[in-house]
């Protein structure tokens, strides 16, 4: 992951709008219009721009794996996001130096951006996300 920029921070949370009011607070900034991710069950906003965004995850259905996540630990910490110029590379590299890929292949996130997961057995016990970044401009907000 040498050079690939954090671009968001994810954070799980039983319903948005609970968790808004409270993170734009302490963010200091509105949040991104929602978004839904079919493909993941879940619905998302995002606060803040550029670089280390945050990312609240509400699942809009029982079986997403945002669900099972708060079933299990609770709200809180979900994942880390970073951006690649070439997903498909990149999962190439990591699979050859021995990582479990949640994602053998780039799946559509929010807003259509490729995305991929690997486990975090593979990571110390987090959940890290890769974003495809070709072709985005420096405002990155309400990009995943």
């Not at 040498?2 to 994810?10: E, T």
């Not at 079986?63 to 630990?73: A, I």
Request: some cysteine; glycine content about 12%.
């Amino acid at each position: 992951m040498n050079g690939h920029p954090l671009d968001h921070i994810g954070i799980a949370v039983p319903d948005l709008d609970s968790a808004i009011p409270i993170w734009e607070r302490l963010v200091g900034e509105t949040a991104t219009a929602r978004k839904v991710v079919d493909t993941m069950g879940v619905e998302v906003v995002f606060l803040g721009s550029g670089p280390g965004r945050t990312e609240l995850l509400a699942p809009t259905r029982s079986d997403s794996p945002v669900s099972r996540f708060l079933e299990r630990r609770g709200p809180g910490l979900h994942h880390l996001c970073y951006r690649v110029p070439d997903i498909h590379a990149a999962l190439t590299d990591l699979r050859q130096t021995g990582f479990v890929l949640i994602d053998e292949a780039p799946r559509p996130g929010a807003d259509g951006h490729l995305v991929a997961f690997i486990h975090p057995r593979s990571t110390g016990g987090t959940l890290v996300e890769l974003v495809e970044a070709t072709g985005w401009t420096t405002d990155l907000r309400g990009a995943s």
